[in-house]
């Protein structure tokens, strides 16, 4: 949905957002400090709720070139019917755990124009997991909220996730072809 600090190069040593949880090497340090992939979230969006703590807390991520990393994404799930829910789910509720008040606010029209659309796309192709999910996201937004209150409490000194984040957004359809 947002697109954050990637290589410019893919054959250089950079820094960027953060790992994608099948290819992330974590130094314990942090890990002791921020905690692991949230419990609850189980699958999807987990890595990126830790590169945004990360991020908020002063960690780096960097790209290794050398690295080689298969995976074929979506290939434990695919079939089971279970992306539909936990994709959605995730993403809202890492996006409440994460962003600023004023960086939700200043996207909000994008946000729910993407959410409406991905939603009424999953109903009309018979996925109601999509409509639960966003109804288990008004579950947990008590305690996404309780979190938010600590996590930002950790938050480094001159830290702004507005300047990490891109203001070229993709178009719609863009959009829609990437969530499948």
Not at 119 to 146: C, I, N, V, W, Y
Request: hydrophobic share 40%; proline share 4%; charged share 20%.
């Amino acid at each position: 949905m947002v697109y954050l600090l990637k290589p410019e190069k893919n054959d250089a040593r950079s820094e960027v957002f953060g790992a994608c949880g099948v290819a992330g090497l974590y130094r314990g340090k942090m890990l002791q400090e921020l905690g692991f992939y949230p419990e609850d979230f189980f699958i999807y969006y987990e890595d990126a709720d830790l590169a945004y703590r990360a991020q908020r807390a002063g960690w780096k991520a960097v790209y290794q070139p050398g690295s080689l990393v298969y995976h074929l994404g979506s290939a434990t799930t695919s079939g089971m019917g279970i992306k539909n829910y936990y994709l959605p789910r995730n993403r809202l509720r890492s996006l409440l755990r994460n962003w600023e008040a004023t960086l939700i606010l200043k996207n909000l029209p994008w946000i729910l124009v993407y959410e409406w659309a991905s939603l009424l796309g999953a109903l009309l192709s018979g996925k109601t997991q999509a409509l639960k999910a966003r109804m288990d996201f008004l579950h947990f937004l008590p305690a996404d909220l309780r979190f938010r209150k600590s996590n930002f409490s950790k938050t480094a000194p001159g830290f702004k996730l507005g300047h990490l984040i891109s203001s070229r957004y993709p178009g719609l359809r863009e959009l829609w072809s990437a969530r499948r």
